[in-house]
T-cell receptor, first 110, second 115 residues
Framework: GQNIDQPTEMTATEGAIVQINCTYQ??????LFWYQQHAGEAPTFLSY????GLEEKGRFSSFLSRSKGYSYLLLKELQMKDSASYLC???????????FGKGTMLLVSP | GAGVSQSPSNKVTEKGKDVELRCDPI?????LYWYRQSLGQGLEFLIY????????KSGLPSDRFSAERTGGSVSTLTIQRTQQEDSAVYLC?????????????FGPGTRLLVL
């Protein structure tokens, strides 16, 4: 089975840095996705990690440790528009579907 | 280009009625997925189509739920005899193939409310 845990909500200040953690226990693993979802909108792709290490993409970076079953999404220079839910999702082997965590609601305040 | 589209955007129905939700994937995408998102819950996989292969129905919560995909493009999710617990946002996604690491592109969802 799959079990994915991430904090329910986080708050941060505009211009700051925030790290959203995700831990997973799965019977197999192909890779880990992060999606961003603004209220009332569709999830949009942020990053995909399959190997250990840090993937940097502009203000957003994603880290993966397969041995620890752990990932984080790092958001730098926070902007108000970054207020959204951030979804961690695991791609299990042999399947093309994704198993999602419940999401972390990030609120960025001035 | 056009993204994934879904209709209707909102649907209110009475308990016991049947509903049909439609998804138009991105042109050329062979893989299509349906998910359900309930309040405070993560996205829950429902069903997956890949080309002409038999769909993966392992996520459907009951036999009241069914889906089809005509011509390898448009998909319809049908919920029969709706119950209040079916109230959720139903999201459709498509991807170019079903390969490992393939990004899924989501539609805006259909918000279903069963009274």
């Amino acid at each position: 089975g799959q079990n994915i845990d991430q904090p329910t909500e986080m708050t941060a200040t505009e211009g700051a840095i925030v790290q959203i953690n995700c831990t997973y226990q799965t019977s197999g693993f192909n890779g880990l996705f992060w999606y961003q979802q603004h209220a009332g909108e569709a999830p949009t792709f942020l990053s995909y990690n399959v190997l250990d290490g840090l993937e940097e993409k502009g203000r957003f970076s994603s880290f993966l440790s397969r041995s620890k079953g752990y990932s984080y999404l790092l958001l730098k220079e926070l902007q108000m528009k970054d207020s959204a839910s951030y979804l961690c999702a695991v791609s299990p082997p042999g399947y093309s579907t994704l198993t999602f965590g419940k999401g972390t609601m990030l609120l960025v305040s001035p | 280009g056009a993204g994934v589209s879904q209709s209707p955007s909102n649907k209110v129905t009475e308990k016991g009625k049947d509903v049909e939700l439609r998804c138009d994937p991105i042109s050329g995408h062979t893989a299509l997925y349906w998910y359900r998102q309930s309040l405070g819950q993560g996205l829950e996989f429902l069903i997956y189509f890949q080309g002409n292969s038999a769909p993966d129905k392992s996520g459907l919560p009951s036999d009241r739920f069914s889906a089809e995909r005509t011509g390898g493009s448009v998909s319809t999710l049908t919920i029969q005899r709706t119950q209040q617990e079916d109230s959720a946002v139903y999201l459709c996604a498509s991807s170019p193939t079903s390969g490992r690491g393939e990004t899924q592109y989501f539609g805006p969802g259909t918000r279903l409310l069963v009274l």
